[in-house]
């Protein structure tokens, strides 16, 4: 089975990362109960950690490893499109050189954080939505693209001229942006 290429925001990696980790975390609270006993208390999940590790081969290696620096050095959270993991909102938070630089080859590592404003944002869009269409489903809701067979996200976003991140925030349905299906409808205005 070939994997769709990872992306964060506008950059896409020439092929995947050769390892990835995913890190989930729960905070807990041990509160002490007299006679020697604790109580636990469930304060809820953190953000996630995603780290990998890649190399870029060939002539243009470094070149590609400076894109993907330059994207690093962009502000604030963007999407990531992983082809396993569920897409999310996340922060750069770092970008490592594994050796001297060559120029045909440059081994590195990151790691994202996941925004923990992401449910908060998804729940928000519905509601503009909603407000938007005034409640009825008959009321027109934009310019839409009936997804054809082998099209992605990324293909669409594309063609009709918009960030992949805009595109993402104009269809809150879509649950798993790696996961498009023919004909699917997806508003692109």
Known sequence: MKLAAMRYKDYVWPHNPRTYTIDYERKMAAQKVP???????????????????????????????????????????????????????????????????????????????????????AIRREETVTADSGGSTGGSAGRTHTVAAGETLWSIARDYD??????IALNPQIKNPNLILPGEQVTVG
Request: charged share 20%; aromatic share 16%.
């Open 35 to 121: 006679f020697g006993r604790y109580h636990l208390q469930d304060l809820g999940l953190t953000r996630r950690v995603m780290k990998g590790e890649g190399e870029f081969v060939g002539p243009t290696a470094y070149e590609e490893f400076k894109k993907l620096a330059s994207v690093f050095y962009q502000s604030g959270p963007g999407p990531l499109i992983h082809p396993v993991w569920q897409a999310a909102e996340v922060y750069f938070v770092e970008l490592s050189l594994r050796q001297e630089p060559r120029a045909d080859y440059v081994s590195y590592s990151f790691t994202f954080w996941e925004s923990g404003t992401q449910t908060d944002t």
């Open 162 to 167: 918009l960030g992949l991140t805009e595109l």
